[in-house]
């Protein structure tokens, strides 16, 4: 599955870029997952997804769980709990 | 009533916001106006700004959301929510939320609950500037609290319905 991936505030800083297209494999299918999944693929993914139990997530820009599937996600964020207002 | 939801770079004026929101009509009898201001320090450190960074397309969805909610809650006659990105500075606004009905209840409440969901729910995120570099503010337990309990009075409400 190809879908666009994006990072906000210190997640985006330590993967190091805003957003990028992956091929998921078909076995991760949570949004719990994919944060392992992402963990496994480099340094920086390893550092941004150290701690997941704090980064929040959204799929085609909806607040999501971890347990949520991911399957007919187009585009899935994750980010730090939200400090705006 | 449609409620205005606006993002931007650029400061807005609240007095202006707020008499778009009573003119020409004479059912408004409650008008509130919440502005967010960047103070000058944070946690006892003085700050030479604050960058605010969102996800834009949800930013805007979400606060849509949240102010259908507020208006399908509360009896509205004029809704306006401005949030701010980018780089201010202390002294500058952040945040407004408008609110006019025709007994202020439903305006004061209208407004803190939006405030306390724009805290915790709004994709922003804020870096603060110091003299010892940036770093990105935690969130609060505080606002996580205060966005709570509109969800536990939205149970007891569907409880009692």
């Excluded at chain 1, 091929?23 to 941004?48: C, F, K, Q």
């Excluded at chain 1, 085609?60 to 730090?80: D, L, M, Y």
């Excluded at chain 2, 849509?64 to 929510?81: D, F, I, P, Q």
């Excluded at chain 2, 939205?154 to 319905?161: G, P």
């Amino acid at each position: 599955m190809n879908v666009r991936l994006r990072y906000f505030a210190w997640v985006r800083e330590r993967v190091g870029k805003p957003e990028e297209t992956v091929e998921i494999p078909a076995s991760v299918a949570t949004v719990g997952d994919l944060m392992t999944w992402l963990a496994s693929r480099g340094e920086e993914y390893a550092y941004a997804f150290e701690n997941r139990n704090v980064i929040r997530a959204a799929i085609n820009q909806s607040h999501v769980r971890p347990e949520t599937a991911i399957k007919g996600a187009e585009e899935i964020a994750f980010f730090p709990p939200m400090t705006g207002g | 009533m449609t409620p205005t939801v606006r993002l931007q770079r650029e400061p807005f004026d609240a007095g202006v916001e707020a008499a778009k929101l009573a003119h020409a009509r004479d059912d408004v009898g409650a008008l509130i106006t919440f502005t967010g201001v960047c103070r000058g320090t944070e946690n006892g450190e003085p700050i030479a700004a604050l960058t605010l960074e969102h996800y834009p397309d949800m930013a805007e969805a979400e606060i849509a959301r949240h102010a259908a909610e507020a208006a399908n809650r509360w009896s509205l006659l004029g809704l306006t929510v401005i949030h701010r990105y980018g780089r201010i500075e202390p002294g500058e606004n952040i945040v407004l939320v408008v609110t006019a009905s025709s007994h202020r209840e439903a305006a004061f409440a209208a407004a803190e609950f939006l405030m306390d969901y724009l805290k915790t729910r709004a994709p922003f995120w804020k870096q603060v500037e110091t003299a010892s570099g940036k770093s990105w503010i935690a969130a609060k337990a505080a606002d996580d609290a205060a966005a709570g309990r509109w969800e536990v009075r939205r149970r007891e409400h569907e409880a009692a319905e």
